[in-house]
């Protein structure tokens, strides 16, 4: 059972970088997130998206862009990335919007 | 901003010991969702909470729920050194609107 799978686990960019992280999900979940957490921030949601083809700003969503081509990816990309962005990223899905949320391990990203 | 506020920040204890970590928020909720992250994780969903129901058991976990003080408290009895982790909250007024986690709570289990 793979469940959340998140891709790459670790990553270090130089300012102004691209890139792009992949959040792939196993469960048929129609919702998806991207979040961030910092230290003493806790969770911060990005961006999220209720089902194939859709997506929304969460909290702090500027800076990043989303897509969900496929109902089981959840990608988020950095076009510039800045030192800010350095954080740890996580990916959770979840069958409804007020159901328990299913996360992945991590991309920790640090930008240079 | 966070809708739900753990507290307190950090708690200390011993194995055998209960911990209780509580966690207050701001509007009407629909649910309540714990959550444990260990170190270098992602967060585990342990518990949901409707906001019509007062306790809630799972093992060595007890949650309750007063909706009339927006409080909910999680108690874990008999601690264990495994049970070292970041404790969430998160809280949603339902709705159209996607659930929110809190700070935490960092608990450490002293062996």
């Known amino acids: 059972n793979a469940g959340v799978t998140q891709t790459p686990k670790f990553r270090v960019l130089k300012t102004g970088q691209s890139m792009t992280l992949l959040c792939a999900q196993d469960?048929?979940?129609?919702?998806m997130y991207w979040y961030r957490q910092d230290p003493g921030m806790g969770l911060r949601l990005i961006h999220y998206?209720?089902?194939?083809?859709?997506?929304a700003k969460g909290e702090v969503p500027d800076g990043y862009n989303v897509s969900r081509l496929k109902k089981q990816n959840f990608l988020l990309g950095l076009e510039s990335a800045a030192p800010s962005q350095t954080s740890v990223y996580f990916c959770a899905s979840s069958s409804s919007r007020n159901q328990p949320q299913h996360f992945g391990d991590g991309t920790r990203l640090s930008i240079l | 901003s966070q809708q739900g506020e753990e507290d307190p920040q950090a708690l200390s204890i011993q194995e055998g010991e209960n911990a209780t970590m509580n966690c207050s928020y701001k509007?009407?909720?629909?649910?309540l969702q714990w959550y444990r992250q260990n170190s270098g994780r992602g967060l585990v969903h342990l518990i949901l909470?409707?906001?019509?129901?007062r306790e809630k058991h799972s093992g060595r976990l007890r949650v309750t729920l007063d909706t009339s003080k927006k409080s909910s408290s999680l108690l874990i009895t008999a601690s264990r050194a495994a049970d070292t982790a970041s404790y969430f909250c998160a809280t949603g007024p339902g709705g159209s609107y996607i659930p929110t986690f809190g700070r935490g709570t960092s608990l450490i289990v002293h062996p």
């Open positions: 998206s209720v089902g194939e083809g859709t997506t």
């Open positions: 469960m048929n979940h129609e919702y």
């Open positions: 509007t009407s909720i629909n649910n």
């Open positions: 909470i409707r906001s019509n129901e």
